[in-house]
């Protein structure tokens, strides 16, 4: 059986959620009678919203997100770069160069 939830309960389950002190998500979401996943769910679209509705930020992708056509471009990109101008890449970007050499590793090991 599939139960919808006002946005209004929503929110007040995020409220509580966020502001549960040193419970778990686990216990306030059978405080509320709703099952984990979904309450992990409106956490994550709560925090979504909220970085999409932030204005003037630049919203870097972790590393681990980058797929895999994104991690080839970024190892053409810095192919040849060293010291500060590879730093300066990484660094507009959310990475560091530990990052490209793992990726190149992984790449090589693939591709051998």
């Given at each position: 059986m599939?139960?919808?939830?006002?946005?209004?309960?929503?929110?007040?389950?995020?409220?509580?959620?966020?502001?549960?002190?040193d419970r778990t998500i686990q216990s306030v979401a059978e405080e509320l009678n709703v099952k984990l996943q979904t309450l992990k769910i409106w956490m994550k679209r709560k925090m979504k919203q909220?970085?999409?509705?932030?204005?003037?930020?630049?919203?870097?992708?972790?590393?681990?997100?980058?797929?895999?056509?994104?991690?080839?471009q970024a190892l053409?990109?810095?192919?040849?770069?060293?010291?500060?101008?590879?730093?300066?890449w990484c660094r507009e970007r959310g990475l560091f160069a530990h990052h490209l050499t793992s990726w190149k590793a992984a790449f090589c090991s693939v591709h051998t």
């Open positions: 599939n139960l919808t939830y006002s946005s209004a309960f929503k929110e007040q389950a995020l409220v509580k959620v966020y502001s549960r002190g909220t970085r999409d509705d932030l204005p003037g930020i630049v919203k870097e992708k972790r590393p681990q997100d980058w797929r895999v056509e994104e991690q080839l053409q990109e810095t192919y040849g770069l060293t010291g500060e101008a590879l730093n300066t």
